[in-house]
Each structure stands twice: as C-alpha cells, then as structure tokens.
C-alpha cells in the first residue's frame, strides 16, 4: 500500500493529507454541532414548558387584579361599562384554568391552581349577590322611598298652604314644622347614600322624632277633617318612609359585608396561590440551569476527547505524507549537490574571462547521474536535474567550439576596427577641413562684398548723381545682397549641420517689423505685375520677443519663392493670433502672457507635385516644373525649416498643380506689453553730430575696407586714424588716445584678441569701447573676445551707426529737422493746407509714374532734386520724402493725386 501511495503525485499527497484532516475536523463539528442541538432541545424544552406556566400564572394574577378593579368600579358607581369589563375579565378565568389543566403542570401547581379556581367561583357568586343588592335597592327600595317622601311633603304643603290662606296660623306653623323635619329626613338619607357614613343615620333618626313630634302637634291643632285627612296621609307616608330608608339601610350593610368580609379577603388568596406558583417556576428555572451546566460541560470533556483523538489521527498522516515526500527530495538534493559540484563559479570566471578578451579558457564540465525511484513531480524533478547535467555537458562542448570561433571573429573584428578608426579619423579631416574652408570662404567672400556693398550705400548718399548711376548702384547694391544670401545660406547650412546655430531673442515691435517685410516683399511682387496682399488680424499683439533676424529670414525666404514661382495672381500674408489646442487661456512664460501665431504665405502659382513635396526640404534640391528657370542654390527652405524647428515649430505645405501653394508655421512668443518705439532710418539724411569731436581708430589689413569706413566716417566729423596691423593699433591707440576703436579680429599678424588684451594693459585704455568687425561665420560667438560689442561684414552702416550712438552717446544732425517729416507713420495731408506748396505740374506727373512704377527709392532722389530747385516745395518734398521711406505706395498716390486734378 505504501508503494501504491509513493507512486501517487505530490499534490495527490497533500489532497490526500488535506481530505483526511478536514474529514477528522468534519467529525469533529458534526459531533459538537449533533450535542450542541441535543442541548439546545433540551433548554428550549424546559424553557418553553416552564414560560408557559409562568405566562399563565403571570396572567391569572393578573385577570383576578383586573377582574376585582372592574368590581369595584361598579360598586361605586353602578356603570355598565364595567359590569360588561368584569364579566369579560371573570370569563377568561375558564380558559386559563383550561390552559393550565392542558399543560399538565406539576402536582404542586395543580393544587393552587385549585384553590384559584374555588376562590374565583366564590368571589363570583358573591359578585352576582352584590348586583342583586344593587339592584334591588335600586329598583324597589329607592323608588319607594323617593316616592313615599314626595307624597308626604305635597300633603304636608297643602296642609301649611290651605291653612295659611284660612288665616289657621297654627295650624300652618306645625305643618311647616313637619315639612321642616321631613327635609332634614330626605337630606340624611341623601347623604348616607352618597357617602355611608353611619352619622347620617343618627342625623336621620333626630329628624324622624321631630318629625314625629311636629304630626302630633298638627293633629291637635287641626279642626277641618280636610286637613286631618292629609296629615294623616302625611304621617303614613313618612312611616312608610322611614321603614324604607331602614330596609336601605340593611341593604347596604349587607352589601359591605360581601365586599370587606368576602370579597377582598377572595381576592389576596388567588393573588398568593398565583405568586406561590410563580415561585415554583421559578425554581424550575434553576433547575433547569443546573441541568444545563451539566450538559455543556459533558460536551466540552466530549470535543476535548475528540479533538485530541483527531490531533494524533493527523499527526500520524502528515508523518506518512511527509516521509512519501521527502524520500524523493533527499535524491533530488543529491542531484543538486552534483551540479554544486560543477563549482559554477570556476565556470563563472571561466566565462568572464572569456568575454573580456581572454580566449585561451576552456571549459569542461565533468558529472554522473544517480537512480530515481519516486515517480512523482519530486522524481521528475530529479531526472529534470540528470537533463540538466547532460545539457551543461553538451554546452561545453559548444561554448569550447563556440571560443574557437569568437577568436576567428575577434581577430576579423580587430582588423575591422582599426579599418573603421581610420575611415573616422578622414571623416573627421574631412569636416573640419570643410569647417575651415567655410571659414575661409565666409572670411574672403565677405571682405569684397564689404567693399561692394559699402560703397554702394555711399554712393547711393549722393543726391547728385544721376538716374543712370543710381539704378546703376541699386543693380549693384541687389546683386551683392544676392550673393550675400547665398553665402549666409551656405554658412547657415554648416552652422545647422555642425549643431552651432543658436538663436538671438530679443524685444521686437511687430507691426513694424511686418512692415518693413511687406514693403520689400510688395516692391518684388508689383516688379513682377503680382498682387501683394497683407492680411493681419486686429488683434496681433505690439511687441513680442523673437529672433528678428531669423524669422525675418524665413519671411523673406517662403515669399521671395512665392514670388519666384507666381506667374500672375497674388501672393497673400496672412498673421493671425490661433487659440492652442491644448489651452482654454493664454499661459505665461517668464512673466509674459504668450500667444500663438501663425504665418501662412500663400500664392496662386506653378504648385507642386505630391510626390515632390517631400524634396523640397532637402539641401540643394530644386522642384521646378515644367522648363521655368529659377536662381538659387535650393538652401532656403531647408535652412528656413531649420530655423522653423529651433523656434519650437515646423512648415507645413498644402499644394495644388497650377492652383498654388500655402505654406503656414504656428510660433508661441511671449507678448511684451508696453508699447515699443518705431526705429528711424539712422543713415538717411545724416550730416554729422553736435557733440564735441570724437576720435575714432579703425585698425584693418584691408585698404579698402579702412577706405569705406573713413568715406563715412570722416564727413560726419569724425576724428580718423588707420592702421593695418595689431602691433601698429596699439601703438597708435596709445598715441591717440581715441574714443572708439574699430578692429579686424582677423588680421594676419596679431589676432583680434590679443590685440585687445595688449590694449586693455594699458592704464589709459583699458575703458576705450572697440568694436570687433569680421567677414569669419564665427566671429560674432567668439567667447574670449574681450570686445564691447561686434560688428559683422560686409558692414551695415546703419546698425554702425547705431552702435556709435550707443557707446558715444552721440545726437545725430540730419540735413531735415525732427518735425518737417513723420518717418514712421506717414500720412498724406490735403491739398488744401496752406503749409504745402506743390511743384510744377511736369514734376507731378513725374512722381506719379515713379510711384505707379513703385520705384519708391528713384521718387525719393526726385524729391531731393525738386527740393534743390527751390526751398518753397521743402513741406511738400518732406511728407513726399517719409511716405517713400516708408514704401507706402498707396498715400504717396494718394498725396500726389489731387494736386495733379487741380493742377
């Protein structure tokens, strides 16, 4: 049988083990459950017979309590509502006395209960001769006496009344006298009666002898036999009632013997014999207790047995469960004990070793496996082991062949490696040698544009010279900007791929800056016969913090293509405030309120294809369809995507074959609230400065870099000196002490940087402002630069100019004062205000074709020159002047217009 039961699974076993312990707890709880409800059968028994017999008992004490109230009720006051309350508590004696009889009390009982009951049939009998008395005085003797008393006051009150109309005094005195006595008689009776005090009786006899005594007197003192006829009726009366207030009398004497000698001595004995049988239950109660206590105690001596015998029962089968189990552990522990004989941690550092580069290890794992006998989960486990013996066997063998083959790989990968290294180490060359070749090229592209486009800025100052030479100069002053973008593309492209590119937010006033956007934009467009369409939301806010120059960039570069490839039709700028999707309100940043806004640029162009889209954002490709020609290098919307992304968005395009294309960006930027002043035109007009003269260095290896800079400079009283390398700045600036130093941080000898350390040790110079200039794409990060601020070539004359009224705190002369014009905002006045006086009507329609052409730059020169030719059309020339500054097309019509009609 035990091989039958080592043959079974192990959780065959334990559900053995587990079935046997809950059948032994299962005999144990049906055992106690089976004496719990013998007890309990037993006390409820005993209880409900013995609650019976108190509840009877309780409630014969209580029916006689109820049934003598209801008596006495009616007694006194004759009420047949309590004789019916009586007679239905006195017939419910029956029914519990039947009761009683039927629970089949104890000897004991049975005998009060007797006694009850005879002590109920003799207060019963009494009860009824009580009514008979009550009814009897009631019926018979009361009337009687009511009726005898009337009869004889009505003769006594004929005798005093017939007497006192005969003028019989006497007579009507004594019958007075005997009426008297007659009253006093009723009122005795009356209140013993009521209250059956026995002093009444005596008041009643004292009345009855004068009443006696006042008839005699009367019968003497009548004469008329009509009068002694009624006393003699009078008197008989008053015998006959007297003899019914004593027949009364006994009635009620009698009465109250029954109640005092009868019934309330009945009452007390059945109210005993119901106490002594409360008594008696009571100490059945006891009793019964006691037996009760006793059979609890037999059943804990019962469960205690019981559960000890149950305790060994499952003692003895864990015992056999757990040797069936163990049995097989213990061959299972020898199995394991095999494999910890492997010392795995040998093997462990075997294979550290290995996998750090030391292919010379080996492995052998050497083991045997043992016999298994249990056929259970503990059996299956052990040969699970033996497998797993064989198993690190075979992965012995193949991780000693696989280290055979890891040293073929290692010594491939070595050779690999060193391949790769040297492939990286010319990657690296190659781009930092690309690195410096852009540097280069920023350096030496930049420095001739300087020139170019330096000088073309102050040739174009010249009011003198002639329409031929300035359309000349604007083709010059284009094409040099023209490659300067192309150059910045290229250096913006290598500063996005060397991951230089950083942004430069700063406070912009919107409007403005969209302004200045449209007016170079809508200058292109009307050049090509395009219709330029400005389209701004009421609500965009005054100023926002973004990089101008960046986002100017973009601008420029989504519209200049728009206008490239639009053919006819318009090109649309569309800004406009868009709620966030995940904003119900504006958020803050940095205490701003920030605000999204989108830009979209749409035109009614070529289109693109859907399988070209993608391309348009790679560097260096151009989608152009069909054989339309178009310049560049395909670097702006790469570069413009680029810029897009560091700003936190991206372009998006929707496009359409010949319908056109939109292209659209969303910007969160931080709302500055004060309002921001317009930026004037620094350079137009200036003809010097009023302060005192200010010297200024300007240090350059280039000659006609110092040459632009000197043929601006110098006109506007500047104090000049020039050099052309580092050593010789120094020492001109110790000479010259200047105000200001313009340096090349790239000139050949000496660096910028040293330059500026060598003048910063010298005592007197260490505050000079210098200005750092540079054709280099790195120049304006340069760090370690001590310089106070940068100036990038080719050099914008208006953001010099800026810089020197910044550091030098200079007041500008222009050659037109502060009040004839309002650059900013220009608005055309009336012909009719007496201030402005027109030019002749040939130089009107002169501007008018200039301003159709929407040649503002050629009607600005036109103005100067109709301003030269006689000092009265100055008002005129000057609001002419500002609206073509401000490329503002439509007023310069509209101001010129109506001196044209009335001309």
């Not at 004759?78 to 519990?96: C, H, I, S, T, W």
């Not at 937010?505 to 956007?517: E, G, R, T, W």
């Not at 003809?687 to 506007?716: E, M, T």
Request: hydrophobic letters at 45%; one cysteine or more; glycine letters at 6%.
């Amino acid at each position: 049988m035990m091989n039958t039961f080592n043959s079974y699974k192990v959780g065959t076993k334990i559900l053995i083990g587990y079935i046997i312990a809950l059948a032994l707890m299962a005999a144990v709880i049906v055992i106690a459950i089976l004496r719990i409800y013998q007890i309990n059968d037993t006390v409820t028994s005993l209880a409900k017979g013995l609650a019976a017999e108190q509840h009877l008992a309780d409630q014969v004490v209580s029916n006689v309590w109820a049934t003598h109230f209801y008596a006495l009720q009616y007694m006194d006051q004759q009420n047949p509502v309590d004789l019916g309350l009586y007679r239905a508590e006195y017939a419910k004696f029956d029914e519990l006395l039947t009761m009683a009889d039927q629970k089949g009390a104890k000897q004991e009982r049975l005998g009060y209960l007797d006694t009850i009951k005879s002590g109920i049939q003799t207060y019963g009998d009494d009860f009824t001769e009580v009514i008979g008395l009550l009814t009897t005085r009631d019926r018979d003797l009361l009337v009687d006496l009511d009726q005898q008393g009337r009869l004889a006051e009505i003769k006594l009150e004929q005798i005093r009344a017939n007497s006192f109309f005969a003028d019989d005094t006497v007579t009507s005195y004594q019958a007075g006298n005997a009426q008297r006595a007659l009253l006093l008689m009723r009122v005795a009776a009356f209140q013993y009666l009521e209250s059956g005090d026995l002093y009444w009786i005596d008041e009643f006899n004292r009345a009855y002898e004068s009443a006696q005594s006042s008839f005699q007197k009367l019968d003497q003192a009548i004469e008329s036999r009509l009068y002694q006829e009624l006393a003699d009726d009078a008197e008989v009366a008053v015998e006959t009632y007297a003899h019914s207030f004593v027949d009364i009398q006994e009635n009620y004497t009698r009465q109250q013997d029954i109640i005092t000698n009868r019934l309330n001595v009945v009452g007390p004995d059945i109210r005993e014999a119901g106490a002594a049988i409360s008594a008696d239950v009571a100490a059945d109660f006891q009793a019964a207790a006691v037996t009760t206590q006793t059979l609890v105690a037999q059943t804990q001596w019962l469960l205690l047995i019981t559960m000890g015998l149950a305790i060994l029962a499952a003692l003895g089968f864990c015992f056999l469960i757990t040797r069936s189990i163990t049995s097989p552990l213990e061959q299972v522990t020898e199995v394991a004990r095999q494999i910890a004989d492997l010392d795995l941690r040998k093997l462990t550092s075997e294979m550290d070793a290995i996998a750090q580069g030391d292919l010379t290890r080996d492995l052998t794992i050497t083991t045997r496996s043992l016999a298994i006998r249990s056929g259970d989960e503990i059996g299956q486990m052990a040969r699970a082991f033996n497998a797993i013996i064989r198993q690190l066997q075979k992965a012995g063998t193949a991780f000693s062949d696989m280290v055979t083959n890891l040293r073929i790989l290692t010594e491939r990968n070595a050779r690999l490696f060193e391949q790769a290294q040297t492939a990286r180490h010319n990657a690296e060359a190659a781009s930092q040698a690309k690195s410096n070749f852009l540097a280069s090229m920023s350096h030496e592209l930049r420095t001739p544009l300087n020139a170019i486009l330096g000088y073309a800025q102050i040739l174009r100052r010249d009011q003198n010279l002639s329409t031929l030479y300035d359309d000349g100069l604007a083709i010059i002053e284009k094409s040099g900007h023209h490659l300067l973008t192309l150059i910045n593309d290229i250096l913006d492209l290598a500063k996005i791929e060397a991951g230089k590119l950083s942004l430069q937010p700063a406070v912009v006033h919107l409007p403005i800056f969209l302004d200045s956007v449209v007016g170079m934009m809508q200058l292109r467009a009307r050049e090509k016969g395009l219709q330029f369409v400005d389209e701004r939301a009421p609500n965009l806010p005054y100023g926002v913090e973004i990089d101008e120059k960046r986002l100017r960039q973009v601008l420029i570069n989504l519209l200049s293509n728009a206008i490239k490839f639009t053919n006819n039709g318009t090109i649309t700028l569309r800004v406009e405030v868009v709620a966030a999707p995940d904003e119900a309100a504006p958020s803050r940043q940095a205490g701003h309120s920030v605000k999204r806004i989108c830009f979209t640029v749409s035109d009614t162009g070529v289109g693109i294809e859907p399988d070209q889209v993608r391309l348009i954002f790679q560097p260096f490709e151009q989608v152009i369809p069909g054989s339309l020609v178009i310049e560049g290098a395909g670097l702006g919307l790469p570069i413009s995507q680029q810029l897009v992304e560091a700003m936190g968005s991206e372009i998006r395009i929707e496009s359409e074959i010949d319908s056109g294309s939109t292209f659209w960006f969303e910007l969160d930027l931080p709302v500055i609230e004060a309002e921001l002043p317009a930026k004037p035109d620094l350079t137009q007009g200036l003809i010097g400065y009023a302060d005192p003269s200010r010297k200024i260095l300007i240090a350059d290896q280039k000659d006609h870099n110092l040459a632009l800079l000197v043929n601006f400079l110098a006109p506007l009283g500047f104090e000049i000196a020039t050099v052309q390398n580092g050593q010789k700045a120094i020492t001109r600036a110790m000479q010259m002490r200047p105000d200001l130093i313009i340096l090349d941080m790239r000139m050949s000898a000496e660096s910028g940087t040293e330059v500026i350390e060598g003048i910063r040790q010298q005592p007197d110079l260490n505050t000079t402002i210098v200005i750092g200039t540079s054709a280099s794409v790195n120049g304006q990060v340069n760090t370690q630069a001590t310089y106070d601020d940068f100036l990038a070539k080719p050099i914008d004359l208006e953001v010099l100019t800026e810089l020197l009224e910044q550091h030098l705190q200079l007041t500008w002369l222009y050659e037109e004062t502060p009040s004839s014009s309002t650059p900013n905002q220009p608005t055309p006045s009336s012909p009719a205000s007496p201030q402005f006086i027109p030019p002749p009507l040939d130089e009107l329609n002169v501007l008018y074709d200039l301003a159709m052409k929407g040649n503002m730059p050629g009607l600005y020169k036109r103005a100067v020159a109709i301003e030269q030719m006689n000092r009265q059309y100055e008002p005129f020339t000057h609001q002419l002047k500002a609206l073509a500054k401000a490329f503002d097309e439509e007023n310069v019509l509209a101001f010129v217009t109506p001196y044209l009609e009335n001309g």
